[in-house]
């Protein structure tokens, strides 16, 4: 077991599939790791699917499709068992060839892409579940160790000249474009990155969570490198 994922407070590590869906959140744990070294050759998977777009949802028959050599196959077999089982359980994975997202440049004082630091919102109890495959992985940091962007007094007050409406639907106009979500690192944050191949389970803000919310980040791309990534 690397050294690095199990001394990190914020990290609980388990080592089966069954143990990362029943395993809780606690105080400042709020992202749990299935650590894996995979076998298999997830870059041959990742060159041989089509990209269409910038983001391409990846069929599991896309995937059957493809004429790989043997080690493509054993990527590919682990792939789909993750698919699998993560349907079994009752979530909905997609898995997304990724060549860039969505930049967020319409304000130059906040930004409200998945680049920017920022939790996961759900009206009911859910959890985040993603692993990078191939290409760059993401990066979380410890809650103590951001500021929400909505709380620093010159984005706050660009924020309210923005809005210029009653005071009372203020907080309903942070929430409903998304601002409340984003958080900057302090001075002295310590980002940690996910790795590849392991698959995570991320706290998500719901009504019944009794841990803060992971703060995460999707990583700048590498260049020329496309991202296979399963997400839910």
Same mark, same amino acid.
């Given at each position: ?12 590590? !388990? ?7 029943? &395993? ?10 299935? +650590? %894996? ?25 896309? /995937? ?7 080690? =493509? ?12 089982? /993560?349907? $079994? ?5 997609? /898995? ?6 969505? %930049? ?8 409200? $892409? ?12 859910? $959890? ?8 760059? &992985? ?13 709380? !620093? ?9 923005? *809005? $210029? ?17 984003? +958080?900057?690192?302090?001075?002295? &944050?310590?980002?940690?990155?996910? =790795? ?7 706290? !998500?803000?719901?009504?019944?969570? %009794? ?6 980040? &999707?990583? !700048?791309?590498?260049?020329?490198? *496309? ?6």
């Amino acid at each position: 077991m690397n050294k690095k994922f199990s001394g990190n407070r914020q990290v609980g590590m !388990v080592s089966t599939f069954d143990e990362l869906i029943h &395993a809780e959140f606690q105080g400042a744990k709020n992202a749990i790791c299935w +650590y %894996r070294n995979l076998a298999g050759d997830f870059k041959e998977v990742a060159s041989k699917l089509q990209l269409k777009e910038n983001i391409t949802d990846i069929s599991i028959e896309a /995937l059957l499709a493809l004429e790989l050599s043997e080690q =493509g196959g054993i990527a590919r077999e682990i792939i789909l068992n993750d698919l699998k089982a /993560l349907t $079994d359980f009752g979530a909905l994975p997609s /898995l997304n060839l990724l060549k860039s997202y969505e %930049r967020d440049d319409e304000f130059d004082f906040i930004s409200t $892409d998945v680049y920017s630091y920022h939790v996961d919102r759900s009206p009911i109890a859910a $959890d985040t579940f993603l692993c990078t495959y191939y290409g760059a &992985a993401s990066d979380i940091l410890p809650n103590s160790q951001v500021e929400q962007k909505i709380l !620093v007094p010159e984005i706050r007050q660009k924020l309210i000249d923005l *809005y $210029d409406g009653q005071e009372t639907g203020f907080e309903n106009f942070l929430k409903e474009y998304f601002f409340d979500l984003h +958080y900057q690192p302090k001075s002295d &944050a310590h980002h940690f990155n996910l =790795g590849v191949g392991h698959l995570w389970k991320l706290a !998500v803000d719901h009504p019944e969570q %009794r841990a803060l919310p992971c703060v995460h980040r &999707a990583p !700048v791309e590498n260049e020329g490198e *496309y991202r296979l990534l399963l997400i839910c």
